[in-house]
Structure formats: C-alpha cells, structure tokens
C-alpha cells in the first residue's frame, strides 16, 4: 500500500509517498487538464533507499509553468540472510540454506587454512568473518555476521574439526660408539639389527 500526501500552494503540489525496501523502481505518469499542456518529469526512475524526489513540470499553452513534487521515500531494508555460504577447502554440513545458521565441516590434519566465502542476499548489507582462516586441531568455531541496510543483524555458526596429527613416525635414530642400523634409517621401518663387539655392554640409543 502506497500512502500519499498532499499539501497545496499556488505554485506548487507536492506528495510523499512510501515505499518499502523491495520497490527498486517506479513508474511516473500524468496527465493535465489541458490537452495542450505540456509536461517534463514523468518515466520510469529507479530509487535510492532514503529519499527520491522528483520534479513533474506542467507547461500551459501560454507558457506559464507549474511544478508539482513527489518525494518518495524508500525504507531501509532489513534483509540480513545470506545467499550462499561455502569453505574452499571442503564441504559444510547441512546443504547451504539462508534460513539454517549452524554448519560443520571437517579437514585433515594436513590443512592448516581454510577460506570462508559468502554472499550476501542484499548487497547493501555488509558481511563480516569471512576470508581466510587459520586452524588449530581439533574444534574451530567461525562466526558469519550479517548485518542489513537497517542494522538487523544474522550470526550464521560453522565448526570446523581439524583432524589430530596421526603421525608416530622417528626422525631419525642414533647409536653411540658409531654402530650403524642395519637396514639404515627409514621411518617407514620399524625393526633394525646393529652388530656390536663381543666386549660391547651398552650403547646410548637417541
């Protein structure tokens, strides 16, 4: 429903109209009493959020003018929802939707970053968390705020699980008085054999 206004003087009519924040153009036509006036302004305009004036000039057969104004006020939106929300390096949990706010994924040891992307419903509403991300093992709690054009905001949670590190390999293993593995070193091997002399009690193993 559009609301209109109206206050007379003798130069001017002038009309307020609101219009709420999906209205992204409108349509403006007149018509004069007098088939051969003449009139400027009229079109299809498209709106700012705040105020839009627009000025409709009428001109008579005798070339005197009168102008009449429309300001025509557009809300701010309050559409704080994402349109899409993603982790580069996996998948999140469940199937993106802008109404569901809570989203898991997890990672591999191995992956030490990750980078979050979004995007946001209205483009005039600014989006914040997002980018990339460094990772501890184990939980990881990223928050996606999404503030509106009005300042209502949306938390949108992902927790990303940063797989422990499984590996229980040796670097290296090292005898004292120099004896030498046999096979030498590999940590992909787990049972060695070192041959010693007979007069040998100990040797320092690191």
Same mark, same amino acid.
């Given at each position: @429903?559009?609301?209109? &206004? #109206? /206050?007379s003087?003798? !130069?001017?009519e002038s009309y307020n109209i609101d219009v709420d924040s999906t209205k992204q153009s409108v349509v403006i036509s007149a018509t $004069?009493? +007098?088939?051969?006036? $003449?009139t400027k302004g009229t079109g299809t305009f498209n709106l700012v959020t705040g105020e839009n004036t627009f000025n409709i000039v009428v001109t008579a057969e005798?070339? +005197? !003018?009168?102008t009449y104004t429309i300001v025509i006020n557009k809300e701010k939106s309050d559409n704080s929802k994402l349109s899409s929300l993603s982790i580069e390096? @996996? %998948?999140? %949990?469940?199937e993106f939707s802008p109404s569901t706010l809570n989203y898991f994924a997890n990672v591999d040891y191995s992956v030490t970053n990750i980078d979050i992307e979004a995007t946001a419903s209205d483009s005039n509403a600014t989006i914040e968390g997002i980018g990339n991300k460094e990772l501890n093992t184990g939980v990881n709690i990223f928050e996606i705020v999404v503030t509106s054009e009005n300042n209502t905001q949306t938390t949108y949670k992902i @927790?990303? @699980?940063?797989? #422990?590190?499984?590996?229980?390999?040796?670097?290296n293993i090292t005898l004292s008085g120099g004896y030498e593995l046999s096979p030498s070193f590999? /940590? /992909?091997? /787990? &049972?060695? !054999?070192?041959?010693?002399p007979n007069e040998t009690e100990s040797i320092e193993i690191t």
């Amino acid at each position: @429903t559009i609301n209109i &206004s #109206k /206050s007379s003087t003798n !130069e001017k009519e002038s009309y307020n109209i609101d219009v709420d924040s999906t209205k992204q153009s409108v349509v403006i036509s007149a018509t $004069t009493d +007098e088939v051969h006036a $003449t009139t400027k302004g009229t079109g299809t305009f498209n709106l700012v959020t705040g105020e839009n004036t627009f000025n409709i000039v009428v001109t008579a057969e005798n070339g +005197e !003018e009168k102008t009449y104004t429309i300001v025509i006020n557009k809300e701010k939106s309050d559409n704080s929802k994402l349109s899409s929300l993603s982790i580069e390096q @996996t %998948t999140i %949990t469940p199937e993106f939707s802008p109404s569901t706010l809570n989203y898991f994924a997890n990672v591999d040891y191995s992956v030490t970053n990750i980078d979050i992307e979004a995007t946001a419903s209205d483009s005039n509403a600014t989006i914040e968390g997002i980018g990339n991300k460094e990772l501890n093992t184990g939980v990881n709690i990223f928050e996606i705020v999404v503030t509106s054009e009005n300042n209502t905001q949306t938390t949108y949670k992902i @927790t990303v @699980t940063r797989a #422990k590190n499984n590996n229980a390999n040796l670097n290296n293993i090292t005898l004292s008085g120099g004896y030498e593995l046999s096979p030498s070193f590999d /940590s /992909s091997i /787990s &049972s060695y !054999e070192v041959n010693v002399p007979n007069e040998t009690e100990s040797i320092e193993i690191t």
